[in-house]
């Protein structure tokens, strides 16, 4: 079974600077995908960002990047230059690369307040 | 539609009654998934469907929870009696299907279930 831990309840970061959320896992497969999904109040989940565990480069997204540490296993999801739309609940997700429609596993989230 | 849809948006019920939750996937995906939201905690996997195979209920917290998919499409999830820890949101995603590759899982806004 996987698990995924996001241990910071909450951030608070100023509008332009920049925020680092922590991402853990655990799991037995050799080969999987990460995801960070973003939350607004809407409740509408919206990918942000994805992951091949089999990759060594981190993904990037426009403002949006990753750091994939396998061995550690750790992804954390790094957001330059916030922007106020960046306020949400951000969760990170797992599901192994065999049965490419398995579930998704998800942490906790986190909530992100982007400050003016 | 262009997205998942799900409905209602809200319901509001007393203890020990029933409710239905509708899910509209995207067209052209055969495999769609239920997961619930509770307050403080990341989403939680309760069924999936994949096309005409048999659907994965392992996430089914009670036998008072039970999902169909008619026709390939709608999907609908029941809760009967329904206990104040039902509570939370449910929210419905779907995807392509294959056996190879990650099939990406777009999700519906939810449907906020209160019992009272």
């Known amino acids: 079974a996987q698990t995924v831990t996001q241990s910071q309840p909450e951030m608070s970061v100023q509008e332009a600077e920049t925020v680092t959320l922590s991402c853990t896992y655990d799991?037995?497969?050799?080969?999987?995908?990460l995801f960070w999904y973003k939350q607004p109040p809407s409740r509408q989940m919206i990918l942000v960002i994805r992951?091949?565990?089999?990759?060594?480069q981190n993904a990037t997204e426009n403002r949006f990047s990753v750091n994939f540490q396998k061995a550690a296993k750790s992804f954390s999801l790094k957001i330059s230059d916030s922007q106020l739309g960046d306020t949400a609940m951000y969760f990170c997700a797992f599901i192994p690369y065999t049965g490419a429609n398995s579930k998704l596993t998800f942490g906790k989230g986190i909530t992100l307040s982007v400050r003016p | 539609g262009a997205g998942v849809s799900q409905s209602p948006s809200n319901k509001v019920t007393e203890k020990g009654k029933d409710v239905e939750l509708r899910c509209d996937p995207i067209s052209g995906h055969t495999a769609l998934y239920w997961y619930r939201q509770s307050l403080g905690q990341g989403l939680e996997f309760l069924i999936y469907?994949?096309?005409?195979?048999?659907?994965?209920k392992s996430g089914l917290p009670s036998d008072r929870f039970s999902a169909e998919r008619t026709g390939g499409s709608v999907s609908t999830l029941t809760i009967q009696r329904t206990q104040q820890e039902d509570s939370a949101v449910y929210l419905c995603a779907s995807s392509l299907a294959g056996t190879s590759g990650l099939k990406e899982q777009f999700f519906g806004p939810g449907t906020r279930l209160t019992v009272l």
């Open positions: 799991t037995s497969e050799s080969n999987y995908y």
């Open positions: 469907f994949q096309g005409n195979s048999a659907p994965d």
């Open positions: 992951q091949e565990a089999y990759k060594q």
